[in-house]
């Protein structure tokens, strides 16, 4: 038995050519795989645990004698950021001299607590305290129903 060797006799130009479409052709299979691939939708968050309230200023209004105060709350969804008062004139607060204080204290409390329960005032200021504290719990009610109802 006699092997008669068989010799291929290939060009370099044929290589290089053949080369090159090999690379073109495994880059099209490549980009075409990412153009054409399905995304997965971003999950979305369905911990309210978490967001206690939607982020946004909420009010409530107070009536002091004839005019109307509003009882501003700013949230952010985790945590209750600030507590001011509205439309308080200097009339207003001189009429009340411990509207300011109160809110200031209550203010406190709440953002050290991060919320309305187990608040204490002062007996000076119980009747203010309450009314404000009353009026802080509306907004944040505004804030944690708007949570719901997306």
């Known amino acids: 038995m006699q092997s008669k060797p068989k010799i291929l006799v290939l060009k370099m130009r044929e290589l290089v050519y053949t080369g090159i479409f090999l690379f073109l052709a495994v880059v099209l299979i490549v980009l075409l795989v990412l153009m054409f691939r399905t995304e997965k939708a971003p999950e979305k968050r369905t911990s309210i645990s978490t967001e206690r309230y939607t982020a946004g200023v909420y009010s409530s209004p107070v009536t002091l004698g004839d005019t109307v105060v509003d009882v501003t709350v700013t949230v952010d969804p985790d945590r209750i950021k600030a507590i001011d008062l509205n439309n308080l004139s200097e009339t207003t607060s001189t ?10 204290e209550l203010e406190a409390q709440i953002l050290e607590k991060q919320s309305t329960k187990d608040i ?10 309450g009314i404000l504290l009353n ?5 944040l009610d505004q804030a944690e129903g708007s949570v719901f109802s997306e």
């Open 135 to 139: 009026a802080i719990e509306k907004a």
């Open 120 to 129: 204490t005032w002062e007996a000076t200021g119980k009747y203010t305290a």
């Open 95 to 104: 009429m009340y001299p411990l509207i300011r204080p109160a809110v200031e």
